[in-house]
């Protein structure tokens, strides 16, 4: 009867813990915690890290191609004042990975976990909360010039790229991990600055030394 009596207490304790929280331990050592996305979790050097070590395509590739370098080049394809945006748009990745598309539609789970995170990186770093169009398309171009570029052209049809030509101002050379990685923090730390220094001449004007 003890044990039994004993047992029962256990459980109840048990039950009344606070629930476990589900979190990765990030490359710079942060929590990031799926339940409770905190901003001090998100970090810029664990975002590079993350997405220069993804492989687009689920790695059906001949050479590894980084999402890093794919946002690297999505950014190139837009307005100055949408590149930031775009260097972005597959940060949530660097959290979530990057889930094949005809995946993706199958777990409606993930897909609102990942709009969760991609939610809190947008709002981090004063993006707007919805893709902007230029972006999508920017994005969709990329797609098309990856598939001329990787060697993935098997000649069927991809309806997604319908009217979707790929870009003539560069060709895609992939980079390793390392190589990705450090383009994607120069990237950001150049329109990081230009960002940084718009909002200063909103604040103070352009006397302001």
């Known amino acids: 009867m003890l044990d039994a009596e004993l047992l029962t207490n256990c459980v109840e304790i048990k039950l009344q813990q606070e ?3 589900h979190y990765i331990r990030t490359h710079g050592g ?8 905190s901003a001090d979790a ?14 687009r395509f689920a790695g059906h590739l001949d050479d590894f191609y ?7 080049l999505v950014s190139r394809l837009v307005p100055p004042e949408l590149a930031l945006e775009a260097l972005l748009h597959d940060a949530s990745e660097a959290y979530c990975q990057d889930i094949p598309a005809p995946l993706k539609a199958l777990l409606p789970d993930y897909r ?3 709009s969760s995170v991609d939610n809190a990186i947008r709002s981090l770093f004063g993006l707007p909360m919805g893709h902007s169009p230029e972006v999508k398309r920017a ?11 990787l060697g993935i052209d098997d000649g069927d049809k991809w309806d997604i790229l319908d009217g979707i030509a790929p870009t003539d101002e ?6 390793n991990p390392r190589q990705a990685r450090q383009l994607f923090i120069a990237r950001f730390n150049e329109l990081w600055r230009v960002r ?3 909002r200063r001449q909103e604040i103070f004007g352009d006397s302001t030394p």
């Not at 942060?30 to 996305?37: L, P, Q, S, T, W």
């Not at 998100?42 to 492989?55: G, K, T, V, Y």
Request: charged fraction near 25%.
């Open 66 to 72: 980084s999402v890093a370098q794919h946002s690297v």
């Open 196 to 198: 940084v220094e718009q």
């Open 170 to 175: 560069f060709a895609i050379h992939p980079l």
């Open 112 to 114: 609102d976990i990942e």
């Open 42 to 55: 998100i970090d810029i050097d664990d975002i590079a890290q993350a997405l220069s070590n993804i492989c």
């Open 30 to 37: 942060r929590h990031f915690c799926y339940e409770a996305i």
């Open 19 to 21: 629930p476990a929280f």
């Open 139 to 149: 994005d969709l171009v990329m797609l098309a010039t990856e598939r001329r570029d």
